[in-house]
């Protein structure tokens, strides 16, 4: 259980409800034990009258509806404890399921962007959902049953002992068996449970991933191969989980063996003591109800055994990922007052999970309040450059400096609360558009979220819908144009209004009308402040202050446009074909 040792902070942290929940487990049960001695005491009583029958039945009446009475006190008692035990110890494990998945849901805001390269969206949410889900199986319904199996023994054992001490003894035989059986099949589950966790990763991987491009499948014809694929993962989880239930399965059909075999000592053993005087009928009921009381918690054993197991794999997967570093740290905890200045200085990247190489000695420099364009062709490291400035990654040779401060001494969160960034592929989430835009400012006015729209030259598609700035995208925003899509994303960035803007190719998508409209208006909406455009167009960085063009991770030409349509190179031939 070294894993599950992740939880005893949230054991401390309930530890009240906790305490009382066991306490309240105790005294249900002393009340359940007491039901069988009750129910002996009152056979023993009629056993007695039948053999010794007396004329004045009074005394035996009132003896006997006194006992009656302690039975059904002691039977409301138990069940009013016992839905106050499932209150406590369940309510806890909810609690804790809350926490837990807290914890998880901000590792992985933490986490880099180079982590979420290597792992799958599918694997992150079966962690923080099935995965959590087994683990608070164990903190709820695994500790309340093992608590009450280990009080119900304890008692259970104390009252058969204290009644019949060579009985109990006997009785007790078969638990060794128990034990051992226990010992040899826990780690067979938990080896099974891990595999079983693995395939169902597999399975959420495989079916976002389908539904996410579900227009491709379509388009390509290829619901036959996917179903073919999805049903042969399917297949080989559904035998990983038989091979988890097979071994499950063992347990109760051999605890109700041993329970068996106990009642047959009972009777048995009993039997003959009976018959020398020695313990009375009303014992050997006692003893087979105690026997048969313990049937559950011994077959839960069993249970809890597995889930406790299940668990332990679960919560090794989650501790796989809460023990991951982020690569990216903040260094700084004071807040950083951000200008704009940006410099790199003899910059060299290269990709950890593709090896390759992004960005080869790269210098520049950008003053605050200036506009720096870069093109080059596909692949040669522009992205890079607005990811590196956003500090998504660490540069691996040269330095950045914004403000003439390196940039890892900045504080991250300054850093990105004055970016402004609007992606190629630009991402919008499953809300209203309105929301979606205020996504840069979340304590935008109505009036500030339309200003913003009409400057990205969207405000006009949003009013033609039927609910407007209310329309409800559907996921990653299918629901508009790519253009339309690029357009929201620009709107959500100039509403920041940060410090730094960087555009990574946003107006790919856009025709050349509606891209001159829009960077008319970014002309006056990113006045004095520094921006970095990233574009395959000429008509996107002519007006920009400082122009490079990166060619395989290098800068082959920089200046401005005007000196760089004089010049000859990739620059000039790009503005040619163009204006052709």
Not at 249 to 271: C, E, K, Q
Not at 346 to 360: E, G, H, M, R
Not at 406 to 434: C, H, M, T, W
Request: with cysteine.
């Amino acid at each position: 259980m070294k894993e599950l040792q992740h939880l005893n902070k949230y054991f401390y942290k309930y530890r009240t409800r906790i305490i009382i929940g066991i306490l309240i487990t105790i005294g249900s049960k002393l009340f359940t034990v007491f039901v069988p001695k009750l129910i002996g005491s009152i056979i023993d009583v009629v056993n007695s009258q039948i053999q010794n029958p007396v004329a004045d039945l009074t005394q035996f009446e009132t003896t006997l509806f006194k006992l009656i009475l302690y039975l059904i006190g002691a039977a409301i008692l138990t069940g009013i404890l016992t839905f106050l035990m499932r209150q406590t110890i369940i309510n806890v494990s909810r609690f804790i399921e809350n926490d837990l998945k807290n914890e998880v849901y901000q590792q992985y805001q933490k986490l880099s962007l180079n982590f979420y390269k290597k792992n799958r969206t599918g694997d992150l949410m079966n962690r923080i959902s099935e995965d959590v889900g087994k683990v608070r199986m164990y903190v709820g319904p695994a500790l309340m049953y093992s608590i009450n199996t280990l009080t119900l023994f304890a008692v259970t054992l104390f009252f058969m002992y204290n009644k019949a001490p060579e009985l109990t003894l006997y009785t007790i035989l078969p638990l060794p068996i128990l034990s051992l059986i226990i010992y040899k099949i826990s780690s067979k589950i938990h080896k099974r449970s891990t595999i079983v966790q693995q395939y169902l990763s597999k399975l959420s991987t495989y079916s976002q991933e389908a539904f996410s491009g579900i227009s491709v499948i379509k388009a390509y014809s290829l619901e036959p191969q996917t179903y073919s694929n999805f049903d042969e993962l399917a297949e080989t989880s559904k035998q990983k989980q038989l091979d988890l239930v097979r071994i499950q399965a063992f347990f109760f059909p051999m605890m109700l063996l041993l329970i068996g075999l106990s009642n047959i000592i009972v009777i048995y053993v009993g039997g003959k003591q009976y018959m020398n005087g020695e313990i009375t009928l009303g014992t050997i009921s006692e003893f087979i109800m105690y026997v048969n009381m313990l049937t559950w918690p011994v077959a839960t054993v069993g249970w809890v055994t597995s889930i406790v197991q299940e668990a332990e794999a679960s919560q090794k997967r989650i501790n796989e990922f809460l023990k991951t570093e982020p690569e990216i740290q903040n260094n700084n905890s004071e807040l950083s007052n951000i200008k704009g200045d940006i410099e790199f200085r003899n910059v060299s990247f290269t990709y950890d999970d593709t090896n390759i190489q992004a960005l080869k000695n790269v210098s520049f420099k950008v003053n605050s309040g200036e506009t720096l364009a870069i093109i080059g062709k596909t692949g040669s490291g522009k992205s890079t450059i607005l990811d590196l400035v956003g500090r998504l990654y660490d540069v691996h040779k040269g330095t950045i400096s914004i403000d003439q401060k390196p940039i890892e001494n900045l504080n991250l969160y300054s850093l990105r609360k004055a970016s402004g960034y609007v992606p190629q592929d630009a991402f919008l989430f499953s809300d209203s558009i309105n929301n979606n835009i205020k996504f840069g400012k979340e304590n935008a006015t109505d009036d500030e979220v339309i200003e913003a729209a009409k400057q990205a030259q969207v405000h006009k598609n949003i009013v033609k819908f039927k609910n407007q700035y209310e329309t409800v995208l559907g996921e990653r925003g299918i629901t508009l144009s790519g253009g339309q899509k690029q357009r929201v994303s620009i709107a959500r960035a100039i509403i920041k209004k940060p410090q730094i803007m960087l555009f990574d190719d946003c107006l790919s998508a856009v025709d050349t009308e509606t891209e001159e409209k829009i960077l008319n208006n970014l002309k006056q909406i990113t006045a004095g402040k520094t921006t970095i455009i990233v574009s395959h167009r000429i008509s996107s960085a002519k007006n920009a202050n400082q122009i490079i063009v990166l060619d395989a991770g290098k800068i082959v030409q920089s200046g401005t446009h005007k000196q760089l349509i004089n010049t000859d190179g990739y620059y000039k031939a790009l503005y040619l074909k163009t204006t052709k």
